[in-house]
């Protein structure tokens, strides 16, 4: 697998990629891509650190894995390039922001727009087989993805954490409360979105958090 990641995130993980198991990840998903149909798209993989150098980083949205169906996956958690349908998960982020600041639905699901503001869209693995969610987890991306969170939490002040689900709460305790904002709600999936998500404002109390430290509130 090759590393095509910006300078600013290569500077802070070096340390990972010169790790064994990243070189066994990196094995491991170099023949999944070459004997297998695995989204992103190889030059995607990265996507999320590219689209939000490191020093840009205001709000980490952490998701779990890349959407496995053609065409889905673009490299951001929650995502969907222009022109493919919004997933149901993605529906009910839209709806939540819709219901925040009364402003429509957008008719592109593509989240780049967030990530050119400050919003890292990570998920904590950062590939899979069509058509087979979590075919690649538990081969080393969560360690490289603890990682990434465990560096924005060292050396990024007032950064806003969202954590969806249980899945993206056990990731709380790789972040000093004391020194980030850490908003956790149920999934936005339609399984629980009415269990928590659904009017937990989590798009204003990050901006106000971020208002509150001086920087500029996303548009969502």
């Not at 993605?90 to 593509?110: H, M, R, V, Y």
């Not at 204003?204 to 920087?215: M, S």
Request: proline fraction near 7%; glycine fraction near 6%.
């Amino acid at each position: 697998m090759q590393v095509k990641i910006h300078p600013s995130w290569q500077r802070v993980l070096q340390s990972e990629f010169e790790q064994p198991y990243f070189a066994a990840l990196s094995e491991f998903v170099h023949s999944e891509y070459r004997t297998a149909r695995c989204y992103p798209p190889a030059r995607l993989v990265f996507r999320a650190f590219n689209a939000t150098p490191f020093e840009q980083v205001r709000v980490v949205l952490l998701g779990q894995d890349p959407y496995h169906g053609p065409g889905q996956a673009e490299g951001l958690c929650f995502s969907v390039p222009d022109g493919i349908a919004h997933p149901p998960s993605l529906q009910n982020i839209f709806k939540e922001i819709a219901s925040e600041f009364n402003t429509p639905t957008p008719a592109s699901g593509s989240l780049v727009r967030w990530a050119e503001q400050g919003v890292l869209l990570l998920n904590a693995t950062l590939t899979v087989r069509e058509h087979r969610a979590g075919s690649h987890q538990n081969k080393g991306w969560e360690r490289f993805t603890d990682a990434v969170i465990a560096a924005v939490n060292r050396e990024r002040e007032n950064v806003v954490f969202l954590l969806w689900g249980s899945y993206a709460a056990s990731k709380v305790s790789l972040i000093d409360n004391q020194h980030h904002c850490v908003l956790r709600c149920a999934h936005p999936s339609p399984l629980s979105a009415y269990r928590g998500f659904f009017g937990s404002h989590h798009f204003v109390l990050a901006n106000d958090y971020l208002v509150k430290h001086g920087k500029t509130p996303i548009q969502w």
